[in-house]
């Protein structure tokens, strides 16, 4: 149970990282070091450990009995280098070096780094106004499903 769930919150951190276009043939693929400058301007270079520290307690109330000292090894185990590693080929499969370069641009640029700065608030905010919204759906579906029922049940039987 905890290992599938760590698998996809990793497969989705990962996935969010990734743009949604594919490199076209003749394009060159985006530089190593021009990658690593985008992540560390970004502040994606860091990111494994940040989602660990929020993640972690998360993870404690799914798996109790695991002791304090196994999450003290699992957060110790987590290396940023490692897993920059795993996603810089990522961003080399769907971006040239000219489309890193311009994100960099943008990225070093006051309003760029503006957006680094308020992003944390807005995925904040956009994770409660979605949960807001699924409770909203499931309530509508629940009820739905219950007067579904109910008319089941009173229905006289032929």
Do not use: C
């Amino acid at each position: 149970m905890m290992h599938s769930k760590l698998v996809h919150f990793l497969i989705g951190f990962v996935l969010s990282l990734t743009p949604l276009y594919a490199l076209s043939e003749d394009a060159q693929p985006a530089s190593k070091e021009s990658i690593q400058t985008l992540m560390q301007t970004t502040g994606a270079a860091n990111m494994a450990k940040q989602m660990s520290v929020q993640i972690i307690p998360m993870l404690k109330k799914l798996v109790p009995e695991a002791p304090d000292s196994f999450w003290e090894d699992f957060f110790k185990e987590i290396n940023a280098e490692q897993i920059n590693e795993l996603i810089i080929p990522i961003y080399q499969k769907y971006l040239t070096e000219q489309d890193v370069q311009a994100i960099n641009a943008f990225y070093q640029s006051p309003v760029g780094q503006k957006l680094i700065r308020v992003q944390p608030q807005i995925s904040k905010e956009s994770m409660v106004a979605g949960q807001l919204w699924g409770q909203k759906i499931a309530q509508k579906v629940i009820q739905k499903y219950q007067q579904q029922q109910k008319q089941a049940q009173t229905k006289p039987s032929e």
